[in-house]
């Protein structure tokens, strides 16, 4: 049992028992002790702005097929938060550093799924009666190596008024969607909401083809010609 | 056959093409059998391993393995007396699955396994064919076990093997050819375990552990009343093999995702076999461990470094069982 944490680690390496710590990103449980399950460089953040961990499990502490059942470690969160324990991969040393025998960057960035809740910045590709499709390009921070397709509904682009909601008087075909999803969809798209005052439309063209800039909640300016197009308007800074 | 059902290539002759008999191998009967190549390495000592990652910047994880040959032992002639083995393993994704594909909650696996038209002493073709697809079926097994998959719905992941050169089945001068009965197979498919195992983890994909192949086999053997039990088999260097095993293993959790055994072993000798093939799987991680550690460091990570790293030596590891 190591009392020290290593200072990296490779996929199956024995970080230390689920009593004494909260698994993070790059970790799994099995046999009620952490282990890791990607290589890189090990952390562990004694939660101070982390919320004491709520018991919803996000994806990185979901059993593996082989842990049928583990003691979630949530018992003693009120008296001291445990350390949080990830596994990261050195995005520091991506692009540059990684020169493989056929160039630069083989292996690099970390591959990213949309997970429930992430902000995520799309693309609008299709309008339809019912719903608005976008190609998600930007979960988080990181930019994904391959677009996901997503769908936003007439219900869920913005908070009030939903009935009397226009798909087309909200987005049109390229503008850039801040959003956030609220649900991994179907079998095809993730389901976007930008049913808040920070969501919406950031970057949009007109129709002459030049850039706008927000007015209004609901409405974008054309800086050359003047002219005024409706957008579900994201929140300027 | 496959060679013959493919009509969008101009492919080779059928029958391949035969290294030149030179004609002191007519004349001295003996000599041709001078050339067989003697295992001179230890029974539980492997041969040496070539193991790499990130080689391929379109991928989102790769890996080359190569296993090469043994020196010559014989300057006279030309043909290497075993083959080598080269692997390179790519794993594209994880990626959002195409539209027409039902939704999964788990990451979806496939995997091809390829060998190049060159790979082998006699050609293959550009089809896969039968003895590729089932490398692939046990290479997937190999790895679905060790790939946490809920942490990727709707999404898949491709691993594609190419085998650059293959370890053949047989001595080239035996009188079956170069094949064997595929016992090289067995070789191949470890091979292909530890390299896709390999870019697995550079692919940053989630894993309970790593995975690494291994093969061990009983030969016949005079001097130790009969068999002889041999780890990392070179099948050109044994006359004739009784039983051979290939395995995935998992280092830390001492557990085996695949099993391929053939040839004619009894209830304990496979026991003993499989035992075999962990512990030669145990020399692939082993040469896996030390190459991401190396690739950690050299990923310049200060704390890294001054931890149990900094006095690691960076030089090449000697395999010896």
Same mark, same amino acid.
Request: glycine share 10%.
């Given at each position: 049992?190591?009392?020290?944490?290593?200072?990296?680690?490779?996929?199956?390496?024995?970080?230390?028992?689920?009593?004494?710590?909260?698994?993070?990103?790059?970790?799994?449980?099995?046999?009620?002790?952490?282990?890791?399950?990607?290589?890189?460089?090990?952390?562990?953040?004694?939660?101070?702005?982390?919320?004491?961990?709520?018991?919803?499990?996000?994806?990185?502490?979901?059993?593996?097929?082989?842990?049928?059942?583990?003691?979630?470690?949530?018992?003693?969160?009120?008296?001291?938060?445990?350390?949080?324990?990830?596994?990261?991969?050195?995005?520091?040393?991506?692009?540059?550093?990684?020169?493989?025998?056929?160039?630069?960057?083989?292996?690099?960035?970390?591959?990213?799924?949309?997970?429930?809740?992430?902000?995520?910045?799309?693309?609008?590709?299709?309008?339809?009666?019912?719903?608005?499709?976008?190609?998600?390009?930007?979960?988080?921070?990181?930019?994904?190596?391959?677009?996901?397709?997503?769908?936003?509904?007439?219900?869920?682009?913005?908070?009030?008024?939903?009935?009397?909601?226009?798909?087309?008087?909200?987005?049109?075909?390229?503008?850039?969607?801040?959003?956030?999803?609220?649900?991994?969809?179907?079998?095809?798209?993730?389901?976007?909401?930008?049913?808040?005052?920070?969501?919406?439309?950031?970057?949009?063209?007109?129709?002459?083809?030049?850039?706008?800039?927000?007015?209004?909640?609901?409405?974008?300016?054309?800086?050359?010609?003047?002219?005024?197009?409706?957008?579900?308007?994201?929140?300027?800074? | 056959?496959?060679?013959?059902?493919?009509?969008?290539?101009?492919?080779?002759?059928?029958?391949?093409?035969?290294?030149?008999?030179?004609?002191?191998?007519?004349?001295?009967?003996?000599?041709?059998?001078?050339?067989?190549?003697?295992?001179?390495?230890?029974?539980?000592?492997?041969?040496?391993?070539?193991?790499?990652?990130?080689?391929?910047?379109?991928?989102?994880?790769?890996?080359?393995?190569?296993?090469?040959?043994?020196?010559?032992?014989?300057?006279?002639?030309?043909?290497?007396?075993?083959?080598?083995?080269?692997?390179?393993?790519?794993?594209?994704?994880?990626?959002?699955?195409?539209?027409?594909?039902?939704?999964?909650?788990?990451?979806?696996?496939?995997?091809?396994?390829?060998?190049?038209?060159?790979?082998?002493?006699?050609?293959?073709?550009?089809?896969?064919?039968?003895?590729?697809?089932?490398?692939?079926?046990?290479?997937?097994?190999?790895?679905?076990?060790?790939?946490?998959?809920?942490?990727?719905?709707?999404? @898949?992941? /491709?691993?594609?093997?190419?085998?650059? =050169? $293959?370890?053949?089945? %047989?001595?080239? #001068?035996?009188?079956?050819?170069?094949?064997?009965?595929?016992?090289?197979?067995?070789?191949?498919?470890?091979?292909?375990?530890?390299?896709?195992?390999?870019?697995?983890?550079?692919?940053?994909?989630?894993?309970?552990?790593?995975?690494?192949?291994?093969?061990?086999?009983?030969?016949?053997?005079?001097?130790?009343?009969?068999?002889?039990?041999?780890?990392?088999?070179?099948?050109?260097?044994?006359?004739?093999?009784?039983?051979?095993?290939?395995?995935?293993?998992?280092?830390?959790?001492?557990?085996?995702?695949?099993?391929?055994?053939?040839?004619?072993? @009894?209830? /304990?000798?496979?026991?003993?076999?499989? =035992? $075999?093939?962990?512990? %030669?799987?145990? #020399?692939?991680?082993?040469?896996?461990?030390?190459?991401?550690?190396?690739?950690?460091?050299?990923?310049?990570?200060?704390?890294?470094?001054?931890?149990?790293?900094?006095?690691?030596?960076?030089?090449?590891?000697?395999?010896?069982?």
């Amino acid at each position: 049992m190591p009392s020290t944490l290593p200072p990296y680690a490779l996929p199956g390496t024995l970080l230390g028992p689920a009593t004494k710590y909260l698994p993070g990103p790059g970790t799994h449980i099995h046999e009620s002790h952490i282990y890791s399950s990607i290589a890189g460089n090990v952390r562990s953040t004694t939660s101070r702005a982390a919320p004491p961990p709520t018991p919803t499990n996000k994806p990185p502490t979901t059993n593996t097929p082989t842990t049928p059942s583990t003691p979630t470690p949530a018992n003693n969160t009120k008296s001291k938060p445990l350390p949080l324990l990830t596994v990261s991969r050195d995005d520091a040393a991506e692009g540059q550093d990684t020169m493989g025998i056929l160039g630069v960057g083989g292996g690099a960035g970390n591959p990213i799924l949309p997970e429930v809740e992430s902000i995520v910045l799309a693309r609008v590709t299709r309008l339809g009666q019912r719903f608005a499709s976008v190609e998600i390009l930007v979960v988080g921070d990181s930019v994904c190596r391959e677009s996901f397709q997503g769908m936003i509904r007439r219900e869920d682009v913005r908070a009030t008024e939903k009935d009397k909601v226009k798909i087309e008087e909200s987005f049109r075909v390229g503008d850039l969607v801040r959003g956030v999803v609220i649900s991994l969809g179907d079998q095809s798209n993730y389901y976007l909401s930008t049913a808040q005052n920070e969501l919406g439309v950031v970057m949009a063209k007109s129709e002459a083809g030049n850039t706008m800039y927000p007015v209004s909640w609901k409405e974008f300016v054309d800086a050359k010609t003047g002219a005024r197009e409706r957008r579900k308007v994201a929140k300027p800074f | 056959m496959a060679a013959l059902s493919d009509r969008r290539r101009i492919n080779a002759p059928s029958g391949g093409t035969s290294a030149p008999v030179f004609s002191k191998a007519l004349k001295e009967p003996g000599y041709l059998e001078e050339l067989r190549p003697q295992r001179i390495r230890a029974p539980k000592e492997l041969r040496k391993i070539f193991l790499q990652t990130s080689i391929i910047p379109s991928a989102s994880g790769s890996a080359y393995l190569e296993i090469p040959n043994a020196p010559s032992s014989h300057p006279a002639t030309l043909i290497p007396p075993t083959s080598s083995l080269k692997i390179a393993a790519s794993v594209q994704g994880p990626k959002p699955l195409p539209r027409s594909a039902p939704f999964s909650p788990t990451l979806l696996l496939s995997t091809t396994v390829k060998f190049a038209p060159f790979a082998t002493r006699h050609r293959r073709g550009y089809i896969r064919d039968a003895a590729e697809r089932d490398l692939g079926v046990h290479l997937e097994t190999a790895l679905r076990g060790v790939i946490i998959g809920e942490r990727w719905p709707k999404s @898949g992941v /491709e691993i594609v093997v190419t085998v650059l =050169e $293959g370890d053949e089945g %047989a001595w080239w #001068g035996q009188e079956g050819g170069s094949n064997g009965s595929g016992w090289g197979l067995l070789n191949v498919l470890a091979g292909c375990i530890t390299a896709a195992g390999s870019a697995i983890i550079d692919a940053g994909i989630d894993c309970v552990d790593m995975v690494s192949g291994g093969v061990a086999a009983f030969v016949q053997d005079p001097s130790a009343d009969g068999r002889l039990l041999v780890l990392d088999p070179s099948p050109a260097e044994h006359r004739d093999i009784i039983a051979a095993c290939a395995v995935g293993y998992l280092h830390s959790r001492d557990e085996v995702t695949e099993v391929w055994l053939r040839g004619d072993a @009894g209830l /304990e000798a496979a026991d003993s076999l499989i =035992e $075999g093939a962990a512990q %030669a799987a145990e #020399g692939s991680f082993s040469v896996m461990k030390e190459v991401f550690i190396e690739n950690l460091e050299k990923n310049g990570n200060a704390q890294g470094l001054e931890g149990a790293g900094g006095k690691r030596k960076h030089a090449d590891v000697e395999m010896a069982g």
